[in-house]
């Protein structure tokens, strides 16, 4: 199996043209139901279960939810003409302290769901000069676009659903 990269190494080509700003939106708006079909038939023994002292694949669901209003802060970022974006907690420590897999998953899938379509509500009737609109991504260190935010968004939520497949299908073989 073809393992799944680590995120904070990964670089993106954040050039898309703003007529994919729709497409952008489907994936965010899917991204919910994705969730949930990837993890509602699994038992919870497995869903909880860590593989190399990694999240488990409902911690996975709850970091999502966890980092919806650092995605929310950097839209207020972009608004307020801010030079650089609001960072990213590395640690994650959010997600390391909310013991998510003590959690409901249906309450995790609720409260994500609410989350994301919150989200998309308010970027949905963008135009092009919000969508357009630029700061500093602290960690790339490049300047981004609102556009580029929402495809790093996207392809977060990509690479935790890849995690999320990858850790079931351990299990699966254990």
């Not at 898309?16 to 991204?31: A, F």
């Amino acid at each position: 199996m073809i393992r799944v990269y680590n995120w904070v190494d990964r670089k993106f080509d954040l050039n898309l043209p703003v007529w994919m700003w729709q497409n952008l939106l489907e994936r965010l708006r899917g991204t919910p139901a994705r969730v949930e079909d990837r993890v509602r038939a699994w038992p919870r023994e497995l869903l909880t279960r860590r593989v190399n002292d990694k999240w488990s694949v409902q911690e996975r669901v709850g970091h999502l939810l966890d980092v919806e209003p650092l995605w929310w802060g950097r839209l207020d970022d972009f608004d307020a003409g801010a030079e650089t974006l609001r960072p990213a907690d590395m640690s994650n420590l959010k997600s390391v302290e909310a013991n998510h897999n003590a959690a409901s998953l249906e309450q995790l899938f609720k409260d994500f769901r609410a989350a994301r379509a919150a989200f998309v509500r308010r970027i949905e009737n963008y135009d092009e000069a919000a969508a357009l609109r630029t700061g500093l991504h602290p960690r790339l260190k490049t300047p981004i676009r609102v556009i580029d935010h929402i495809t790093f968004v996207c392809e977060h939520d990509d690479h935790e659903l890849a995690k999320m497949a990858e850790t079931i299908s351990i299990l699966h073989e254990q």
